[in-house]
């Protein structure tokens, strides 16, 4: 990956081997810090694909899995400051900068996929997308990953007492650290690369993550209980710099918007597919003990979360409170 230095380097435009008759080319590197193997990973790949196959191959997204480039710490300044071109991050992360994108954390906002859909494609969505401008990016598109679960490495986790005193990763959000405060436990905000080390040391016992994520990074083999609570969502921003894009053609934003767009469509319904036969493989590892959280058991854990709500008015705004609290009637 570190071979072509001299392109990193080189801005938007590099010059392919001109003998190939293939001319200027416009590069677009676009950083993950997940596998290529992950609805993340599959999306970007489609995206890369689209883009070649719209623009005649005259621009070349460049894929950099498994954070080799950036990690989540420092994706979204790399971004801001132009070092790399389009960045996904989770929305927690992309809350760091635009505090707004913490309403996509909330416990329990989503009913079940359609109601993700419909946050991305409607009032939800757009107000977030809107926020991105004033800092330097620019949004494409929203994909999924799939619905969070907790796993834990101490005990299942059923009734709410079950939490109590344990340490969970999690990814950086005032909202998620609310959620486990209420839930009495403590809270390690951790980079994604550093998540199984951390559950190995034991620094942290527990976390909650998607199906696809436990099982591409191989979270069972260091956390023994798994619970299907469905209790939030995670997914991505899209998000490129906005000099680059200014910088583009016009026809070429054209390109990479349909792009983005055939790649979302079927990036998000894939990634549904992608976790539910990743959950057939997790239990054939034999490795997790799994729990289906109850409908009783759900409406407990529903009820004591409740109060995020309230706190999340200061971070999110009564607007996208509201437009949250529509979308779980
Ligand atoms: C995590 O850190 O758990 C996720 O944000 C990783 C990812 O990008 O899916």
Redesign the pocket.
Known sequence: VFGFSSQFNSGQRVYDDEQQGLGEQTVIRFS???AENTP?GRAAQEFARLVKLKTNDTVRVELFPNGTLYN?NDEVAALQRGSIQIIA??FS?ISEVVPEWMAMDLPFAFRNDEAVKEAFQGKIGSILMGKLESHGMIGLGLWA?GFQQMTSNVRPLVHLEDFRNLKFRI?PSKIIEAQFRLLNAGTSPI??NK?YRSMESGEVDSGE?TIS?IYSRKLYQVQKYLTISNHAY?G?GVIMNKQFWDKLSLANQQAITAAMQEATVWANQDAISFNNKQLDDLKKTGQMDIHILTDDERQAWQQALEPVYTEARAYIGQELLDAVNELRQ
Request: no cysteine; net charge neutral.
């Open positions: 993950f810090v997940v993340k989540e991050p989770s992360n990953n990814l980079p994604f998540v993550n994520n995670l991505y």
